[in-house]
Nanobody, 124 residues
Framework: QVQLVESGGGLVQAGGSLSLSCIAS????????MGWFRQAPGNEGEFFAAVSRTGALTYYANPVKGRFTFSRDYAKNTVDLQMNSLNPEDTGVYYC?????????????????WGQGTQVTVSS
């Protein structure tokens, strides 16, 4: 059974940093592009970051570019999201996701599996 489990959410003041992790129980972790989505209250889900199966390519949506860094650890089957310079617009539930399509690009993401989400709240 595939499971993605996020951790590391919490409350932080504007300008602060948080680090999220996601552990993936995927037998072939290295064959998945991994990504992050987030959903703010009252808004639709937003895809904002991905890393390729090799780790060589990353994608960041404009709202997070330059502030967030996404990496993966093949030995631990984890992906990590370092979030800096947070602002209240970053508030939401953050979801880890896995895309197993062969040849898929990191910018054209479609999740096959989702985590349960972790809450990030940025106070002004």
């Amino acid at each position: 059974q595939v499971q993605l489990v996020e951790s590391g959410g919490g409350l932080v003041q504007a300008g602060g940093s948080l680090s999220l992790s996601c552990i993936a129980s995927l037998r072939t972790f290295s064959t998945y592009n991994m990504g992050w989505f987030r959903q703010a209250p009252g808004n639709e889900g937003e895809f904002f970051a991905a890393v390729s199966r090799t780790g060589a390519l990353t994608y960041y949506a404009n709202p997070v570019k330059g502030r967030f860094t996404f990496s993966r650890d093949y030995a631990k089957n984890t992906v990590d999201l370092q979030m800096n310079s947070l602002n209240p617009e970053d508030t939401g539930v953050y979801y880890c996701a896995a895309d197993g399509r062969l040849g898929a690009s990191v910018s054209n993401y479609r999740a096959d599996y989702w985590g349960q989400g972790t809450q990030v709240t940025v106070s002004s």
